[in-house]
């Protein structure tokens, strides 16, 4: 299984560039996928095809990268963005990361 | 509004049978794949099985195949996961997601709230 390696947590200021991270074990291509999960709540798709903006996402959000670096940043961030944030791929089978916890100081 | 709210999770001895069911509303559910993904406790995601539109692709995760059975009633815009053999590792909050239709990759472009099944004796 490929499997996409997420640092566990991060911790940015209001207003701030924040980027996150997920490094997969072998090339997948542009099919990457980001989801943002609140605390209590079910995952919800951001980013999909490693830079494409789901719609009704604010446009603080943007993907980017290929075969095995990617990237999610979000600028500037708000209070609002405490989550875990997710990555998945789906060129190799599926699988997701392990998240990264995002905390809004 | 895309809704999709799952039921039918609970209890269960190791061993027994459980089957989860989904409802979906504010969308054509017959035009969509659909998937099952769950969320063991304090732990990360995992896909577990896919149904397309019309019932003609299944496919599933090596952990639950030939335990696990997804099926649909489009008639009832519902989606059903049969879950068999269940064992103490499959406890887990277990989501119903829509498949997304972008290109050519597989991503879950929405989600209902889940429902959680804990085996245990």
């Known amino acids: 299984d490929t499997v996409l390696t997420q640092s566990p947590a991060l911790a940015v200021s209001p207003g701030e560039r924040v980027t996150i991270s997920c490094r997969a074990s072998?090339?997948?291509?542009?099919?990457m996928h980001w989801y943002q999960q609140k605390p209590g709540q079910q995952p919800k798709l951001l980013i999909y095809g490693a830079s494409n903006l789901e719609s009704g996402v604010p446009a603080r959000f943007s993907g980017s990268g290929s075969g095995t670096d990617f990237t999610l940043t979000i600028d500037p961030v708000e209070a609002d963005d405490t989550a875990t944030y997710f990555c998945q791929q789906s060129w190799n089978d599926l699988t997701f990361g392990s998240g990264t916890k995002l905390e809004i100081k | 509004e895309v809704q999709l709210v799952e039921s039918g999770g609970g209890l269960v001895q190791p061993g027994r049978s459980l089957k989860l069911s989904c409802v979906a509303s504010?969308?054509?559910?017959?035009?969509?794949?659909m998937n099952w993904i769950r969320q063991a406790p304090g732990k990360g995601l995992e896909w577990v099985a896919y149904?397309?539109?019309?019932?003609?692709?299944?496919y599933y995760a090596e952990t639950v195949k030939g335990r696990f059975t997804i099926s649909r009633d489009n008639a009832k815009n519902t989606l059903y996961l049969q879950m068999t053999s269940l064992r103490s590792e499959d406890t887990a909050l277990y989501y119903c997601?829509?498949?997304?239709?972008?290109?050519?990759?597989?991503?879950?472009?929405?989600w209902g709230p889940g429902t959680m099944v804990t085996v245990s004796s």
């Open positions: 072998e090339s997948v291509s542009t099919g």
């Open positions: 504010g969308f054509t559910f017959s035009n969509y794949g």
């Open positions: 997601a829509r498949h997304g239709t972008e290109g050519p990759y597989w991503y879950f472009d929405f």
């Open positions: 149904i397309s539109s019309g019932s003609s692709y299944i």
